[in-house]
């Protein structure tokens, strides 16, 4: 089994940071990405940051020069920088990582259970 653990969610003022972390552990052969997605109440789920393993990282169009994803391969974990928070920024974020449990295993999309992030004054 694998399990993603996600921190560093909270209340923040508009124009404020935040980061969030998010642990991948349990069986892991390999991880072919790591990102993060959000959903605001009322709205469908969407992708925020995706940095493959050896690829291009992916920003959403709202986030860019904003949010920076990072990735530390020795411990599974990856980082979700916020710098100027807005107030549409405001939703639950989950982390998400693509993961093989073992050699010529099939990929697996695996989610953490999300952390609220809210901004508001």
């Known amino acids: 089994q694998v399990q993603l653990l996600e921190s560093g969610g909270g209340l923040v003022q508009p124009g404020g940071s935040l980061r969030l972390s998010c642990v991948a552990s349990?069986?892991?052969?390999?991880?072919?990405?790591m990102g993060w997605h959000r959903q605001a109440p009322g709205k469908q789920r969407e992708l925020v940051a995706l940095?493959?393993?050896?690829?291009?990282?992916h920003y959403a169009d709202s986030v860019k020069g904003r949010f920076a994803i990072s990735r530390d391969a020795n411990t599974n974990t990856t980082y979700l920088e916020m710098n100027s928070l807005k107030p549409e920024d405001t939703a639950d974020y989950y982390c998400?990582?693509?993961?093989?449990?073992?050699?010529?295993?099939?990929?697996?999309?695996?989610w953490g259970e999300g952390t609220q992030v809210t901004v508001s004054s």
């Open positions: 349990g069986r892991i052969f390999s991880i072919d990405a």
């Open positions: 940095m493959p393993t050896g690829g291009s990282t």
């Open positions: 998400r990582a693509d993961i093989r449990p073992r050699a010529n295993n099939v990929l697996i999309t695996y």
